[in-house]
């Protein structure tokens, strides 16, 4: 929030260095974000009179003018064409520094000496958007007083030499989105008095006559209404707009602003209906009907709800409760009545309403957090008094007011004893209530040393007494509680054996060369679409967000797949030739009772030396590092995330708990990747539960080990690792080892076989082997892989 403090000290006296001032209410809870300091770059610029003006003898564009600047009277040679005699205006005399670097010196122009310069508005850093009609296209014409005193600081006059404090607003503290929430905190914070503006009404003698329904009281708590006739639209002083501007509010017309003053000022959101369009004497406040049409004030349609609120007048819609005003009742040049609106609605409507027709106003931002109920009456007359002072029209007598359910004063009972037990030191008793007296809290300190509190109105946020606890210890200074070592006995913090377990699934991924990837668990419906699972697949099976900022984030994901290509897809959008990464993370499926979260591995990968058996020896490396044995990888065909042929899967004691292979081309299309993916996904709970995590050491062989090679034929139905169950079975205690070193087909194997090359290590414990010990084992692998197999030994 954007606090002017020249507006602030109207209402508190800051008598301090403004960043000392800005450190304090930080240190009080107010954060301050910024401070800026505007016309810090005018120098010299004084107020001037014009005395006469005169045609410059050798330039028909120029003039030369006469003009007092208090001490002395100097000679100013201008081409501005909107200046009189007589005139006010602003004079940067010699030495003079302007925004932007500019510096002004004494010279000549056509052959007359110029002693300066006099200011348009954008060249002192206005907005010319800001200024009267006479000032835009040319000098500033300060005309919003009857005089000046003469070369006086223009910064002074024009309120140009003040500093701008931006605070942090947190959503626990929606008083403060004020100036007089703020002031209220700076009060207290320096230890000075408020001064509350003095709200009294100058009412004429007609009385107002108006009708207010509220069928909603829920959602409506209360509505007030002022009536104002012969209102004149037109600018607003510029002491009015220079605040609205330095606020972050554009001012518009005298009205207009008249209701973000009053917003600005007490937080209190407000609305000006031109009453000729109103024209039914009467307001009603109503839930909207399904599919409503409905024009706000940026000339939008919007198409409204049941559960959203509006304000009629019976015939038609006005505004949206809380968030703008209608296009048919705005206030216009040609309005001469106006009905003021100030009201209070229920947050949580309001919120509803702007997240749903994603429009958020300056209004809306407020009332979602909370507003006052009593503030609703005080505003209208404030807005009713600001009229009066800037003589924007006449002010009937009375206010209408329709209140169903007034608001009770809350009294909270908190303990002394406690709550120096919890800042941990001890604060006297008195010394509470005057902190919590100076915050406009009612007080009453009972015998047993407790407080009874009656909170403000305005504040929402205290609820209990640890709100309490946390306003004493700001207001009494965090500075003042001294910092102690913990007592009691520590403990030390360890890792479980499954945060331990993800660490080693995280270094053998990276010691894999796999880059970690962190994604959003929240994600749409459709990634379950886009890779092609069946509609009766679990997946399917989604935790739905009760209030998801969008469809993208309306479910929380089932798989880790969709999330995966997403990454995949934006590297090779960005043109990355290659990428291997994985995510250790979670996935959420709807059960009866609550939902359910399992852990999930994924890992993904495209570019050169990329394929599936890279993917399966990465998987096979990671699962025997956790020490995840007995499984089998085996075909699968009939997975629709994965290329048929080209996929796997990881099965333990007949259980399936893992994918891997190549994306189907359908998949490939969907996420217009244009080349081969290889996925795999794993479930990580089942892995850990079933995991062997106790570490066997073997001594040193003391015997020599000896190897033989064989090739053999086979089909090419024949996999793999029907071949390695044979030699395991079949190694009598002798085989050490194998390995796979070769496979090829072409030209010297037959159509339809493979051959399939094997290094085999035989060793003994407690001998040293013959060639007769290995032949007789030796021999009895090739005989079951020829009897079971129909291998042979290749020949050539």
Not at 72 to 92: F, H, K, L, M, R
Not at 645 to 672: M, Q, S
Request: with cysteine.
């Amino acid at each position: 929030m954007l606090v002017p403090l020249k507006w602030l000290r109207d209402y508190v006296d800051i008598d301090i260095d403004v960043n000392e001032f800005a450190d304090k209410m930080t240190m009080s809870g107010s954060k301050v974000e910024k401070v800026d300091f505007y016309g810090e770059d005018i120098e010299n610029v004084l107020v001037g009179k014009i005395l006469e003006i005169k045609q410059h003898e050798n330039a028909d564009k120029l003039i030369v003018t006469k003009v007092d600047i208090g001490k002395e009277v100097i000679q100013i040679v201008t081409g501005a064409e909107n200046v009189s005699e007589g005139d006010y205006i602003p004079v940067a005399v010699h030495g003079a520094k302007l925004p932007g670097g500019v510096k002004i010196k004494t010279g000549k122009l056509r052959g007359e000496v110029s002693e300066g310069m006099m200011c348009s508005a954008e060249e002192l850093g206005i907005d010319p958007h800001y200024v009267k009609e006479n000032s835009k296209d040319g000098i500033l014409i300060l005309d919003y007083e009857e005089s000046y005193e003469l070369g006086k600081d223009v910064r002074e006059v024009l309120g140009l030499n003040d500093a701008l404090i931006e605070f942090e607003i947190t959503s626990n503290r929606p008083d403060c989105r004020c100036i007089l929430g703020i002031a209220r905190e700076a009060a207290v914070t320096l230890g000075k008095r408020k001064k509350y503006p003095a709200v009294v009404v100058e009412e004429s003698e007609e009385e107002i006559k108006f009708d207010i329904n509220i069928e909603n009281p829920d959602l409506c708590r209360r509505y007030t209404a002022r009536m104002v006739k012969d209102v004149k639209i037109e600018a607003s002083p510029y002491w009015m707009q220079r605040k609205l501007i330095e606020a972050g509010v554009r001012p518009i017309n005298n009205i207009v602003d008249i209701t973000n003053y009053v917003m600005l000022e007490m937080g209190q959101p407000m609305h000006a209906f031109d009453l000729k369009q109103v024209s039914t004497g009467k307001i009603i406040v109503r839930n909207a009907e399904e599919g409503e049409k409905f024009v706000t004030l940026d000339d939008t349609e919007r198409e409204l709800d049941k559960d959203m609120l509006v304000i009629t007048n019976g015939e038609r819609t006005l505004a949206l409760a809380g968030v703008m005003g209608g296009a048919n009742s705005e206030v216009t040049d040609n309005t001469t009545e106006i009905l003021f609106e100030s009201a209070n609605f229920k947050a949580e409507n309001v919120r509803a309403t702007s997240k749903r027709l994603g429009l958020r106003t300056e209004s809306s931002s407020r009332f979602e957090k909370g507003i006052d109920q009593d503030l609703a009456s005080l505003a209208v007359d404030r807005a009713a008094q600001l009229v009066e002072l800037l003589g924007a029209g006449k002010v009937l007598k009375g206010v209408v007011d329709e209140y169903p359910t007034k608001h009770e004063s809350k009294s909270i009972t908190v303990s002394v004893d406690r709550i120096n037990k919890l800042i941990g030191i001890e604060i006297p008793a008195n010394e509470m209530v005057d902190i919590l007296e100076a915050l406009e809290f009612k007080c009453i300190l009972t015998p047993s040393n407790e407080i009874l509190a009656e909170v403000p109105s305005y504040r929402l946020d205290m609820e209990q007494e640890a709100d309490f606890v946390e306003e004493i210890a700001r207001i009494y200074g965090y500075d003042k509680i001294p910092a102690l070592e913990l007592e009691g006995n520590p403990t030390l913090g360890i890792k479980t054996d499954k945060q331990k377990f993800g660490d080693v699934i995280k270094y053998t991924s990276t010691a894999l060369g796999l880059d970690e990837i962190l994604t959003y668990s929240f994600v749409s419906p459709k990634g379950i679409e886009k890779i092609n699972e069946p509609k009766d697949s679990s997946k399917h099976n989604f935790v739905k967000i009760l209030n998801p900022l969008g469809e993208e984030t309306s479910v929380m994901r089932t798989t880790l797949i969709p999330n995966m290509l997403d990454v995949v897809a934006t590297n090779i959008s960005h043109r990355v030739e290659e990428l291997s990464a994985f995510e250790y993370g979670h996935i959420f499926e709807e059960a009866d009772v609550e939902p359910k979260q399992f852990g999930r591995l994924c890992i993904g990968m495209y570019g050169k030396g990329k394929d599936f058996f890279t993917l399966k020896g990465i998987v096979e490396t990671i699962l025997e590092k956790i020490g995840f044995k007995g499984y089998e990888i085996e075909p699968e065909n009939n997975n629709t995330t994965f290329h048929p042929g080209r996929c796997a899967k990881i099965v333990y004691n007949n259980k399936n708990i893992g994918t891997l292979g190549e994306l189907h081309p359908d998949v490939i299309e969907n996420y217009d990747l244009g080349q081969r993916v290889y996925v795999a996904e794993i479930e990580t709970d089942f892995v850990f539960d079933n995991s062997d995590k106790t570490v066997l050491y073997k001594p040193l062989p003391k015997y020599p080990s000896t190897s033989r090679d064989i090739a053999l034929v086979v089909k090419d139905s024949i996999y793999v690792k029907q071949i390695d169950d044979i030699i395991s079975a079949n190694g009598k205690g002798l085989v050490e080892d194998f390995k796979l070193f070769d496979v090829y087909t072409g030209d010297q194997i037959e159509k339809g076989y493979k051959s399939i090359a094997y290094s085999i290590t035989y060793r003994s414990k407690d001998r040293t082997l013959t060639d007769e010990d290995v032949a007789k084992v030796h021999d009895k692998i090739l005989s079951e892989l020829s009897e079971k197999l129909d291998a042979n030994l290749r020949s050539n």
